[in-house]
């Protein structure tokens, strides 16, 4: 889709779904030796590998192997001159403003900038060494300008007024009229209305966000680039030995003798589960949770007071209260309030179960004679010894049979069972890592491939922690039938040398968290780019959904097997994992829903926050946040809010998709198959693949017959429903 298409919808160019390939003829194709900028060589760069449509089969992938960092500033310079070219041929035409004559074009314009956003944001978040860092620093403040110069431009914004104001006598068909409307109300929305004054003064706010959510991330990734030596046998008790051998990796690749735990959740949440040296825990847990709030260079705490402060004058500026409403003007919830009073209906229910899940890991503790108050380093250790003692499972039981490749193949056969996917290894696609693995899928119904499924899954130096889903491009009609390009990107611990990587149930659940992203991108029908996104607090759903299958019988049954025996995971222990499903969800939902709800009151406030310490220890107290638990993310770490735009006011998204995805499950269990494929047809049809050509609200009215029903959401964490 055109970058264009998605600036309409998106204020934040990171949070924009970027790619495609369309070949676009540009005159500037013939003079691609641009000069070099600050950063970089001081020789002239070949940029025309970043420029040129991607060759190869599926419609064009990105060539990999021919990108180098130090050509991004010369791809830059160009793609932005041929944009606004492209941009102000469409201001300039003597033509009626219509549809056709404004937004069609619109759609198509950006090709090449797309292009380049596209990969550049890989290298953003997976390849990130030190010269990509200077470079998003220098270039992240000058693409917001470029934008911000054509969609702040009042000749433009004219032309697209007249388009709007004479819509209702330009015939236009559903899809059209939506698009339409959505393209005058993004214009007015990010400040093309206002003055000229006011229209530079957004600019200038938005340039130095743009510089503030760099460096955020800069110093964050320097944090999580860190770790705590292991030099004794001793200080690996209570480890499996599949994960003393991925320390042993870690260590390896950081060429430190003995064993490593980085500075990420996917290495520090196994060792504080199965750790039994305490001050260890204590001490790796100190480290993660202390990452942006050091005192050092690496602090966060003043990058993050600023960015409140620019979000507020910027929100003020375009005639919102404050940034959460800026924020929440085009989501379902539609307003601060809404949000508040879905995560405030869950939180005194999730506060109890932390209470009763705290007691019985005290009463263990003391009967062990351990002497100790539980603490936030003990929390993961005891839960498994009570899940142990409650249910007779262990993670350590579970993980042998949680092979990273079987459970991939997993989710390829629910996909395929559900929606006609099928998914096929393939070797001549391009990549940006050794370890990235592609394959083709096709529409198994006709044979059609329909993209190509990039996996990542795999932590490495460089890489942003965490796990995310991209598209390199998306489906269109409008401008030619395109496939997608989706990909996935996880930070799983690779196995030590000659063994297999074996996942926690937790990360399995994340495998087939983002897997339901990609799903959601490969099965998009839709005719105009423009109408491809949806809002913030939908896009969590389709994957959330997707997490269902991991845990049905069918599933575990095929593709949870022994590592080591082949045998598939045995009954009895399927069993367990069932009985104990709502164990521990105390401390998932208070984990996660703390932060949601000071996210919404960070930015749902006229006065911005300058001491973020004090707010982040003022605003838990308040709430009553158990002491033996600490945000998932605390702000200095907080980078779904402070990276970007992207989630910023919007962390309760999870939760409220939750609500529609609970919902959307207890769907298929009420036909008495899971699988059913008329109800897979019926979600495909209305909510997947549909984008945004239609009110999300409605789509799901439309699926489901009413609206969501917040009690399956109680029901599936275990709490009592009202």
């Known amino acids: 889709m055109g970058t264009i298409a998605n600036m309409i919808r998106n204020f934040s160019r990171r949070q924009a779904l970027l790619g495609t390939s369309a070949a676009l003829a540009t005159p500037f194709l013939g003079s691609l030796m641009a000069k070099a900028s600050s950063i970089g060589t001081a020789e002239p760069v070949d940029a025309s590998p970043l420029l040129k ?9 990105p060539p990999w192997d021919k990108f180098k960092a130090e050509m991004f500033p010369a791809a830059f310079e160009v793609a932005i001159a041929e944009q606004r070219q492209e941009i102000h041929a469409i201001r300039n035409a003597r033509t009626a403003s219509t549809f056709h004559t404004v937004i069609e074009p619109m759609q198509k314009a950006g090709e090449t900038m797309d292009r380049v956003e596209s990969v550049w944001g890989v290298y953003e978040s997976n390849l990130a060494d030190k010269q990509v860092q200077a470079i998003d620093r220098e270039w992240s403040p000058k693409l917001t300008k470029a934008n911000d110069e054509l969609f702040l431009d009042p000749l433009l914004f004219a032309r697209v007024k007249g388009a709007y104001d004479t819509r209702a006598s330009q015939k236009l068909d559903p899809q059209q009229l939506r698009l339409l409307e959505r393209s005058y109300r993004g214009f007015v929305r990010r400040g093309a209305a206002l003055s000229d004054a006011e229209r530079a003064e957004v600019s200038r706010l938005n340039q130095a966000l743009a510089s503030a959510f760099s460096d955020f991330s800069r110093r964050l990734l320097a944090d999580e680039e860190t770790w705590i030596v292991l030099d004794s046998e001793a200080q690996l008790a209570g480890l499996p030995d599949s994960f003393k051998a991925s320390l042993k990796a870690a260590a390896d690749e950081r060429k430190v003798a003995g064993w490593a735990v980085v500075n990420t959740r996917s290495s520090v949440a196994p060792f504080l589960t199965y750790s039994t040296d305490r001050a260890l825990r204590e001490k790796v847990w100190r480290a993660f949770i202390s990452r942006g709030d050091n005192g050092n260079a690496s602090d966060n705490k003043a990058g993050i007071a600023e960015i409140l402060k620019l979000r507020q004058q910027r929100a003020k500026l375009l005639g919102f209260r404050n940034h959460a409403y800026f924020r929440m003007d085009d989501t379902m919830a539609e307003t601060p309030a809404n949000a508040m009073k879905l995560m405030m ?6 506060r109890a179960r932390v209470a009763e899940e705290v007691a019985d890991m005290q009463a263990l503790a003391d009967k062990e004679g351990a002497k100790i108050t539980i603490e936030p380093w003990d929390y993961r250790f005891y839960a498994e010894k009570v899940r142990k003692a409650k249910y007779d499972l262990d993670e350590s039981e579970v993980k042998p049979y949680l092979e990273l490749n079987n459970i991939l193949q997993g989710a390829f056969y629910a996909a395929g069972r559900l929606y006609d996917l099928g998914f096929k290894e393939v070797k001549d696609v391009p990549v940006f890592d050794p370890a990235v693995r592609t394959f083709e899928v096709t529409d198994t119904r006709t044979g059609k491939n329909i993209g190509i499924f990039y996996f990542d899954g795999y932590a490495r130096s460089g890489k942003r922690s965490g796990a995310w889903a991209t598209r390199y491009r998306g489906q269109q009609k409008f401008d030619g039938v395109r496939n997608t390009l989706a990909s996935n990107n996880n930070n799983f611990v690779k196995g030590g040398a000659g063994e297999p990587t074996l996942i926690s149930l937790d990360d399995a659940t994340t495998l087939f968290h983002e897997f339901g992203h990609a799903i959601h991108s490969l099965l998009q029908n839709i005719t105009y780019p423009g109408l491809a996104g949806t809002p913030r607090d939908f896009v ?8 269902n299958w991991l845990l049905t019988r069918d599933v575990l049954d095929k593709y949870a097997k022994h590592y080591k025996t082949g045998a598939p995971m045995p009954q009895a222990l399927v069993d367990k994992i069932e009985k104990s499903s709502t164990f521990n969800q105390g401390f998932d939902t208070v984990e996660y829903l703390a932060c949601a709800i000071l996210d ?5 406030r006229e006065e911005p926050v300058a001491d973020i310490a004090a707010f982040e220890k003022e605003a838990l107290a308040a709430l009553g946040m158990p002491k ?6 605390r702000m200095p770490q907080f980078s779904h809010l402070f990276s970007s735009d992207a989630y910023s006011a919007g962390y309760y998204s999870y939760l409220w998709s939750e609500t529609m995805d609970a919902d959307t499950w207890a769907a298929f269990q009420e036909t008495g198959n899971v699988w059913d494929k008329p109800t897979a047809d019926r979600f495909r049809a209305t909510l997947l693949s549909t984008g945004n050509e239609t009110d999300r609200k409605v789509a799901y009215r439309a699926f489901r017959g009413r609206d969501p029903d917040v009690s399956a959401l109680f029901k599936r964490r275990g709490f009592p429903v009202a």
């Open 53 to 61: 449509p991607w060759p190869g089969g599926y419609g064009g992938v």
């Open 345 to 350: 209906a869950v939180w005194p229910a999730a």
């Open 540 to 547: 969590e759903y389709p994957s959330q959904v997707n997490e």
């Open 600 to 604: 919404m009151q960070l930015h749902d």
């Open 628 to 633: 033996e638990i600490v945000l998932r993310h």
